[in-house]
């Protein structure tokens, strides 16, 4: 398939290209980015599977890129946090961008208790950019999948994904989805790990959320041994 | 250490090729502004070059280390308004050791006892220290105006001495800066008796600035027209702000943080629509869609919206834009996506200039970002295009070919494809036709920022098609010593040229050696070049200034950062031990 070629040949022409001329090639960044890289690898190996099976069409082109971008992640980050001075965007104005998103993304470990917004990134396979949502917003998963629908339904207008519809992403119907295997949303965790939403009771959920990812069901497989069991006999609290 | 060469020429003293007295000279030549006019009037003759010198008011420095500030002084006796740029641009990005120099404080030195009325300082890359701001302010009873980009070296007291001492001041402009901003107090220093106030940027400080005393200064200080608060300043605060100030031509908002009540939200409305003035809009940190509508009124007469540090979504953008139909330019974040850039596309037929952040550049959790579809999208609506600076993760030589084809008038075309040395993600091959088909279409181009994958060939082709370009910038990009050689050789106007991560060594950097005096300045690093070709490079041309910066750690031979340019001044006497100066060697 043309896809797959694409992708492969994107994959090895990147990762040829990592010894670059003033590239100190330093260390990587240990903890942090090798958890990543694990989890990337993962994805990594679910997308691959997820293009063979011809994916649908609503994703399929930006499927494709995705796979171009995430396949390159396990090798990429360190090379791109190398690299002094590149992009070439003034320090400033990196400081102020990174300052502003930090300030809205506060995980349970800035969390005031009684106070302040808890507010997670929510990013969804195929959509170019991320949300954010206030957990404390919601009072159960119900609430928050109506409201994951809505924010999302934003991605999907205009597309008329496999099964036909516009918005196929309204309320009853995510809660169908996601007790489906097509979309499944997840989540990392205080510790860095990723899990299936659902799986604690809604108030250790929000203690322990650090964000969102809505993530295509065959992808989730092999996230948690246990993902694929809960997805086909979890009801959705 | 000599003249300007241009000073060489001698001019007969007996043959007055100006028929009216001095006096009317220089008050016909004082009505010229740009200062290459002026350079070349003041070669016409001996007599012209001195009315000239007389009445020149405002003199720009582009590099403060090719001229001193005593010669400055010489030659200019009556200036009023002074531009100084001082370190290499790279600068910007961390490439510069924080000590390289630049101190703006030799230069004022010189102007207390030289301009004692100095009215303008415009600093851009200089080292500002709160001593030399206190200096400023304390020494300079007529100072007006004040800019600063990019500068370090000070910290908000030293903006507290320029507004508890300076009478007369008109314009308080800091943009950008390495500052250490310790605290908001030096709005409160301006005393209750200023009014002169008309432009106030304090947008890029972070600090909480006391409201009370800001909302008497704007009141007090009625011929304000630029105002540009920080974050601190709420959406609550800037009601009352806008309330006095409707004459506002410029706004810079604080935070667009939603939390008013559905009377205040009214009462902002209104104050916006009493903004009948105003051109230019920017802030909106932390913007949110149910708050952006209370813009609309303001936007009717909008030139120019910088956006880049709200985090808007394309269909926001999409919804802001339908108000701005006289926008010519427009700043703003990748987070708005090619779908943005189709509304921009559809809605700003006049729009001359793009600029294109990436709100994550490093972060690879964001999936997209804009790609070419963005750009061909702004192509396609903007045909007065001319000025674009764009971050993408990916590009095709197709669709550069149709932009340009499109936007022929480019004057400056800055693309940024991120990832070092990537490819066309399409065809898998190089990008030098993208920017052949850009130099080639746009005859007009003066500024050049290449990226991606690029072989000789894109030199080449800049150096036979790119006549008037005067600013160039390349990384990761080459495949051997010719590519740079093209670019010495072939572009006549070249002023600056900064490279870095290429694969150029010294037989390139001395094909330039007939080059470099007739340019600012010429950066290299993570190149090929060895101190064994600077030092022939200094040897050969005595009056370049030729410095080299090592990395820790690296080859003794190896020139890890080269900076050279052209200086009436010799080897300056500043430089840090990190900075070793081959010049005069």
């Not at chain 2, 007469?301 to 339908?322: D, I, K, M, R, W």
């Not at chain 2, 509304?343 to 790609?371: K, M, Q, W, Y």
């Not at chain 2, 903007?382 to 600076?389: A, G, S, T």
């Not at chain 2, 572009?491 to 050696?513: T, V």
Request: charge should be negative; glycine fraction near 8%.
């Amino acid at each position: 398939m043309e896809v797959e070629k694409g992708t492969k040949m994107g994959f090895e022409e990147t990762e040829l290209r990592l010894g670059l001329p003033g590239n100190g090639g330093g260390g990587t960044e240990g903890g942090e980015s090798a958890k990543k890289r694990g989890f990337s690898a993962t994805v990594d190996l679910k997308l691959n599977l997820s293009s063979k099976e011809g994916g649908d069409d609503t994703n399929h082109e930006k499927t494709q890129t995705e796979n171009n971008l995430l396949a390159t992640d396990p090798a990429k980050p360190p090379a791109k946090a190398q690299v002094v001075g590149w992009p070439p965007v003034r320090s400033f104005r990196k400081n102020m961008l990174a300052v502003q998103k930090s300030s809205t993304d506060q995980g349970s470990a800035e969390k005031v208790p009684g106070g302040n917004a808890t507010f997670v990134k929510v990013s969804m396979v195929g959509a170019p950019y991320l949300r954010k949502v206030d957990l404390k917003n919601y009072k159960s998963y119900h609430e928050l999948s109506g409201a994951l629908g809505e924010l999302l339904s934003s991605f999907t207008i205009g597309n008329c994904g496999s099964h036909g519809t516009k918005d196929f992403l309204n309320e009853s119907r995510l809660i169908d989805l996601l007790n489906g295997t097509d979309y499944v949303p997840t989540y990392e965790d205080k510790d860095g790990d990723w899990m299936l939403v659902g799986d604690v009771p809604w108030d250790m959920f929000v203690e322990s959320c650090k964000r969102l990812r809505i993530m295509k069901g065959t992808e989730a497989t092999g996230l948690a041994p246990r993902a694929m069991e809960k997805c086909k006999n979890r009801s959705f609290k | 250490m000599g003249p300007n060469p241009k000073m060489r020429k001698e001019f007969p003293d007996s043959t007055r090729s100006s028929p009216f007295p001095d006096e009317v000279l220089e008050r016909v030549l004082s009505l010229l502004k740009s200062h290459k006019d002026r350079s070349a009037v003041s070669l016409v003759c001996k007599d012209w070059y001195n009315a000239e010198s007389w009445s020149r008011a405002h003199v720009f420095i582009g590099n403060c280390y090719s001229v001193s500030p005593e010669i400055v002084a010489r030659r200019f006796p009556r200036v009023k308004s002074v531009t100084l740029k001082g370190k290499p641009r790279f600068s910007d990005f961390n490439l510069v050791p924080e000590n390289w120099g630049a101190d703006v404080h030799p230069w004022l030195a010189v102007f207390v006892a030289k301009y004692p009325f100095l009215e303008e300082l415009r600093l851009k890359r200089m080292a500002v220290s709160d001593e030399s701001l206190e200096f400023l302010a304390l020494n300079f009873p007529n100072f007006k105006v004040l800019s600063l980009l990019s500068c370090d070296g000070f910290s908000t007291d030293g903006l507290a001495a320029i507004a508890t001492h300076c009478k007369n001041l008109t314009q308080l402009d800091i943009q950008e800066n390495g500052i250490d901003d310790k605290s908001g107090s030096w709005l409160s220093c301006f005393p209750e008796n200023f009014t002169s106030l008309e432009v106030l940027n304090f947008a890029n400080l972070n600090t909480d600035v006391n409201f009370d005393a800001l909302e008497r200064l704007v009141s007090r200080c009625k011929s304000l027209n630029v105002l540009k608060a920080n974050k601190s300043i709420s959406l609550e605060h800037l009601q009352r702000l806008l309330v006095c100030a409707p004459q506002l031509i410029e706004l810079g908002t604080g935070s667009f943080m939603p939390e008013l009540t559905a009377r205040q939200y009214a009462e902002l409305e209104n104050s916006f629509i009493q903004l009948k003035n105003l051109n230019t809009l920017s802030g909106l940190w932390e913007a949110s869609a149910p708050y952006l509508p209370v813009l609309y009124p303001a936007c009717t007469n909008l030139t120019f919206l910088n956006l880049s540090y709200a985090f808007l979504q394309s269909l926001e953008l999409e919804s802001l834009l339908c108000h701005c139909p006289h926008l010519q330019r427009l700043w703003v974040l990748d987070t708005v996506g090619d779908k943005g850039l189709e509304a921009v596309g559809s809605n700003c037929p006049l729009l001359e200039e793009l600029r294109v952040f990436p709100a994550d550049p490093f972060d690879e959790e964001v999936i997209h970002g804009v790609t070419e579809a963005g750009f061909l999208a702004v192509s396609y609506g903007c045909r007065r295009l001319h000025y674009v600076l764009y971050f993408c993760r990916q590009m095709t030589n197709a669709a550069v070919a149709t932009i340009v084809q499109n936007c022929p008038d480019f004057t400056h075309f800055r693309l940024c494809i991120m990832n070092p040395g990537q490819p066309d993600y399409l065809t898998n091959e190089p990008m030098d036709e993208a920017f052949g088909a850009v130099v080639r279409t746009c005859t007009k181009l003066q500024r050049l920022s290449v990226s991606g994958l690029l072989t000789d060939l894109t030199f080449e082709y800049i150096g036979q098609y790119a006549k008037n370009l005067e600013t160039l910038s390349v990384a990761f990009a080459g495949s051997s010593d010719r590519g740079m050689q093209c670019m010495l050789e072939g572009c006549p106007k070249l002023r600056k040229l900064e490279i870095r991560d290429c694969p150029f060594g010294n037989a390139a950097l001395l094909s330039g050696l007939e080059k470099y005096e007739s340019m600012r300045s010429l950066w290299m690093s993570a190149c090929n070049v060895t101190m064994s070709g600077c030092r022939l490079l200094a040897r050969e041309m005595p009056r370049l200034n030729v410095e080299v910066m090592k990395d820790d750690g690296s080859d003794e031979s190896q020139a890890d950062k080269v900076y050279v340019y052209r200086s009436v001044v010799g080897p300056r006497r500043d430089a840090p031990p990190c900075v070793l100066n081959l010049s005069g060697l």
